[in-house]
């Protein structure tokens, strides 16, 4: 083949003519364009439905009616998933669980993903002692396993729905600090920001108009992930007794009285496990469906 033919060799597929517009998936399509981000869009829909219906009162029965006469009853059409040594519906009580779960992961995350999203832009945009001070404090809270450090808080506050949130996502601070800052530092240098100083825009204006919006996408994609987390740290809390007090039904104090049970009553152990494993895996495969979505490589077809 000579310098100048432009003949495509035998098999290569065929190169797009000369200014054909890229075609670019939308969002959505992106998102589910892959079966983890599928998944994860189904599981975290069932599971949020499910938790939404409970907290509107449409469960089967009421989570807290006791039945003594019907206590450790196997799965039947009454009961699907069986009920408990207080012959309680655990139906009722995992869905009550579920919207608890997801009551504190949001507020923890919340407060992680706005804590930390502020203090990653400020140490990465403003940079010196600013940096340097956001930075020494974040890596003494990455000394301090996240779990560990959720213990001490609920500790020394006491056990509570929002004592719960509040220590679960101060743990989980630094996490959105580091991934905020490194995107922060590279759009600190690039062209139009530059070109934004040099035209006199205010720190808050280039701030709000080309920071923020291009570290969202790596803060949505780590809230996913740290919904995934939280619940599985508020189930962790509520195993040993540090989570919101009874009469609240909690899937990790479930899993705990269900622990001496599970030789008899296997159901009372696998229903609110089963649960918590498909809130874990669902938020997971969201946000990786969610970090190929924010991806331009994987919007282009």
């Known amino acids: 083949m000579s310098v100048l033919d432009t003949t495509a060799p035998a098999g290569a597929p065929p190169a797009a003519e000369v200014g054909e517009p890229v075609r670019r998936r939308s969002f959505g399509r992106a998102l589910v364009a892959t079966g983890r981000g599928r998944a994860g869009c189904i599981l975290v829909g069932v599971v949020?439905?499910?938790?939404i219906a409970a907290a509107l009162g449409g469960t089967p029965y009421n989570p807290q009616f006791q039945n003594p006469l019907a206590g450790l009853k196997a799965p039947s059409l009454a009961h699907p998933f069986g009920t408990d040594q207080f012959g309680?519906?655990?139906l009722s009580l995992v869905l009550q669980g579920l919207w608890v779960s997801l009551e504190i992961a949001a507020l923890a995350v919340a407060i992680a993903g706005v804590v930390g999203t502020v203090g990653g832009i400020a140490a990465g945009f403003?940079?010196?002692w600013t940096s340097t001070v956001i930075m020494r404090v974040t890596d003494m809270l990455f000394a301090i396993p996240a779990i560990l450090f959720a213990l001490a808080i609920v500790a020394a506050l006491g056990p509570g729905w929002l004592n719960s949130a509040l220590a679960i996502g101060i743990g989980y601070v630094p996490?959105?600090?580091r991934v905020v800052r490194g995107p922060v530092l590279s759009l600190r240098e690039s062209g139009y920001v530059r070109a934004g100083r040099v035209l006199g825009f205010s720190r808050w204006r280039l701030l709000a108009r080309h920071i923020l919006p291009n570290?969202?996408?790596a803060v949505a994609v780590q809230a996913s992930?740290?919904?995934s987390w939280s619940i599985l740290a508020e189930a962790s809390l509520s195993f040993l007794g540090l989570g919101p007090p009874p009469p609240t039904a909690s899937l990790g104090e479930m899993v705990s009285q269900a622990s001496s049970l599970a030789g008899t009553a296997w159901w009372t152990l696998a229903a609110p496990s089963v649960a918590i494993v498909v809130a874990v895996i669902g938020f997971?495969?969201?946000g990786d469906g969610l970090?190929?979505?924010?991806d331009p490589r994987a919007r282009t077809r």
């Open 88 to 90: 309680r519906d655990l």
């Open 215 to 217: 570290v969202a996408g």
């Open 126 to 128: 403003f940079g010196r």
């Open 225 to 227: 992930l740290a919904l």
């Open 48 to 51: 949020v439905v499910a938790a």
């Open 284 to 286: 997971n495969l969201l």
């Open 291 to 294: 970090r190929d979505a924010v």
């Open 175 to 177: 996490i959105f600090v």
